[in-house]
């Protein structure tokens, strides 16, 4: 069974298409047949449809945000981490027991982050901060990365960063 999450549009902040993966995603939509739209922010989606708070928040869950995370900084996540690693944000999941379906607003869109590489730099800097001591981050605080991963690849990236 294929669990892959097919998006019914995207929406790319015009600084994501700066980035490799932000074309190759771009690219992967368009030939899979999906709307593609613009936004000037992955913060701030407007046109997701939903005229009821039910139909928008199903319609939030559709879709998915292409973008560049801009804050250097990483949340805490204690106590299951000393930080959270901000792959993703959101997940398109429906999962009644999940805090996320009240943190995330009427319309939780699906996150992706294009650099990548960039996120992970910073994680390397707390860990470097910390040492000798270990540093924990926890990759689903505010997401589920896995449904993800067949378009990011960020989950494989953070597992091998830094061990080559």
Do not use: W
Not at 63 to 90: E, I, M, N, W
């Amino acid at each position: 069974m294929d669990y892959t999450f097919i998006p019914k549009r995207v929406y790319f902040e015009p600084e994501a298409l700066e980035y490799p993966l932000g074309q190759k995603l771009k690219q992967r939509f368009k030939n899979m047949g999906i709307e593609i739209k613009n936004t000037t922010s992955h913060n701030r989606v407007t046109g997701i449809p939903g005229r009821t708070p039910q139909k928008a928040y199903m319609e939030g869950k559709r879709t998915l945000v292409v973008g560049v995370r801009r804050s250097k900084d990483f949340q805490t996540c204690k106590p299951s981490a000393h930080y959270q690693l901000p792959l993703v944000t959101s997940c398109p999941g429906k999962c009644e027991y999940c805090y996320l379906a009240t943190n995330l607003g009427r319309k939780p869109y699906v996150r992706i982050y294009v650099n990548i590489e960039k996120i992970l730099e910073r994680a390397l800097k707390y860990m470097e901060e910390r040492y000798p001591k270990i540093t924990i981050f926890e990759g689903a605080a505010t997401s589920d990365p896995v449904l993800l991963e067949p378009y990011t690849g960020a989950l494989e990236k953070a597992i091998t960063f830094g061990s080559a």
